[in-house]
């Protein structure tokens, strides 16, 4: 089975920088696109960075310019670098992947996510 695991979440002070990474395992044919997401407690989830295959990376409004999504293609991992950590950046990060195990359909796989807290 498919299984993303993310690491890197914890504790910063407002201004700190953490970076998070989900790694991929099992049988994997190919991967569409990786991307993290967030949920505050009593929001909803939300779009943080996405990279699809062939297309241009998207990132959320609020994290432009602080946070960077790459790819390690060779490892089947992802990771976001963080940068001016926010109080409001606050929330479970989670990995997402579009992962395709038979060489034509592609299915959503989540992470469980990693905590990150941002202290003022």
């Known amino acids: 089975q498919v299984q993303l695991v993310e690491s890197g979440g914890g504790l910063v002070q407002d201004g700190g920088s953490l970076r998070l990474s989900c790694a991929a395992s099992?049988?994997?044919?190919?991967?569409?696109?990786m991307g993290w997401y967030r949920q505050a407690a009593g929001k909803q989830r939300e779009l943080v960075a996405l990279t699809r295959s062939g297309e241009s990376t998207i990132y959320a409004d609020s994290v432009k310019g602080r946070f960077t999504i790459s790819r390690d293609n060779a490892q089947n991992t992802v990771t976001l670098q963080m940068y001016s950590l926010k109080p409001e950046d606050t929330a479970v990060y989670l990995c997402?992947?579009?992962?395709?195990?038979?060489?034509?359909?592609?299915?959503?796989?989540w992470g469980q996510g990693t905590q990150v807290t941002v202290s003022s």
């Open positions: 997402n992947a579009e992962i395709s195990t038979n060489r034509r359909v592609y299915h959503a796989y």
């Open positions: 099992g049988i994997i044919f190919g991967i569409n696109a």
